[in-house]
């Protein structure tokens, strides 16, 4: 199985700031990864298609980028509503495997 | 807009059996992967399986194979999940999602509790 490594797996930011996050995979995945973002009691919402496809609707402030193993969600200045939780989603091979969450919080 | 609804998740005893279903509404079902995720309690995000449109090829994690059994039905545009074997292990909410591969839409979920 392919195994997806987030980090980190929480940090703390305020309004404005430039977040990345990182999800390395344990072998190449070629750019079939996505991201996703789940708030409290909600269901996951899709960020980000083939590494760096902004799905429709999803703000531009939000940016994928990466190849191979290494991958980067980036929020180039965080909004309010942007307080969440963040996984990335390797469809490269079966099983699917997601990482293992980034809790973004606010400072 | 693209809705997917779950339903059929409750409280079950371990070795129990449960179907959930997901119905879904305005695209077209029949052109789509169709896969189940689930999310244990505090937990992250776990892929369960997905099947072809056609539903000729399905895939497990696992942890579920031989116990789960993804299905689909086009002609009522409805995604289903049976769960026989249950194990306290499988707790979690179960969304349904469209697509195979950049999977998109996602259902509300629906809740499985397996307890005594």
């Known amino acids: 199985d392919i195994q997806m490594t987030q980090s980190p797996s929480s940090l703390s930011a305020s309004v404005g700031d430039r977040v990345t996050i990182t999800c390395r995979a344990s072998q190449g995945i070629r750019n079939d990864l996505g991201w996703y973002q789940q708030k409290p009691g909600k269901a996951p919402k899709h960020l980000i298609y083939?590494?760096?496809s902004l799905q429709s609707g999803v703000p531009s402030r939000f940016s994928g980028s990466g190849s191979g193993t290494e991958f980067t969600l980036t929020i180039s200045s965080l909004e309010p509503e942007d307080f969440a939780t963040y996984y990335c989603l390797q469809h490269n091979s079966y099983p699917r495997t997601f990482g293992q969450g980034t809790k973004v919080e606010i400072k | 807009e693209v809705q997917l609804v779950e339903s059929g998740g409750g409280l079950v005893q371990p070795g129990g059996s449960l179907r959930l279903s997901c119905a879904t509404f305005r695209f077209t079902f029949r052109n789509y992967w169709m896969t189940w995720v689930r999310q244990a309690p505090g937990k992250g995000l776990e892929w369960v399986a997905n099947?072809?449109?056609?539903?000729?090829?399905?895939y497990y994690v696992d942890s579920v194979k031989g116990r789960f059994t993804i299905s689909r039905d086009n002609a009522e545009n409805s995604l289903f999940l049976q769960m026989n074997s249950l194990r306290a292990e499988d707790t979690a909410v179960y969304y349904c999602?469209?697509?195979?591969?950049?999977?998109?839409?996602w259902g509300q979920g629906t809740l499985v509790t397996v307890s005594s």
């Open positions: 099947i072809k449109p056609d539903g000729s090829d399905r």
């Open positions: 999602v469209r697509g195979g591969g950049g999977i998109d839409y």
């Open positions: 083939a590494t760096s």
